[in-house]
């Protein structure tokens, strides 16, 4: 049986306020969503579109998309305030959510950069 780790041993991982590992769960969220919805909007509901003259997914997809951008720059702001990015960081973070699949890779590197 293991013993219960002494409470004077920093642990190896910093912890985070409550109030911004919450912030940064709903930003981890929104990232992944916003992510898929922009593969969605890319490969999907455009090439439907203007290959197949079929608009009905992009009339869906595309205002989604704009919506939940809109949630992820919100989340990305909460985020950048509670651990006081400099604005050039939540510049980039917020550009990630416009090019396809690089929102995943800036979640991944924010959520890894807070945790470490």
Not at 6 to 28: E, K, N
Not at 55 to 60: K, L
Not at 99 to 106: D, E, G, K, T
């Amino acid at each position: 049986m293991t013993s219960p780790a002494d409470p004077a041993t920093p642990s190896p991982t910093p912890t985070l306020p409550a109030s911004t590992r919450g912030a940064l769960v709903r930003y981890r969220i929104i990232a992944y969503i916003v992510g898929v919805m922009l593969l969605l909007l890319v490969f999907v509901a455009m090439p439907l579109k203007y290959f197949a003259d079929n608009p009905a997914v992009m009339n869906v997809v595309g205002p989604l998309h704009g919506f939940l951008y809109v949630v992820y720059l919100l989340f990305s702001f909460d985020l950048a305030r509670r651990v006081r990015w400099p604005l050039t960081r939540l510049v980039l973070v917020a550009l990630a959510g416009t090019i396809p699949f690089l929102s995943f890779y800036a979640e991944r590197k924010v959520h890894h950069d807070l945790t470490r």
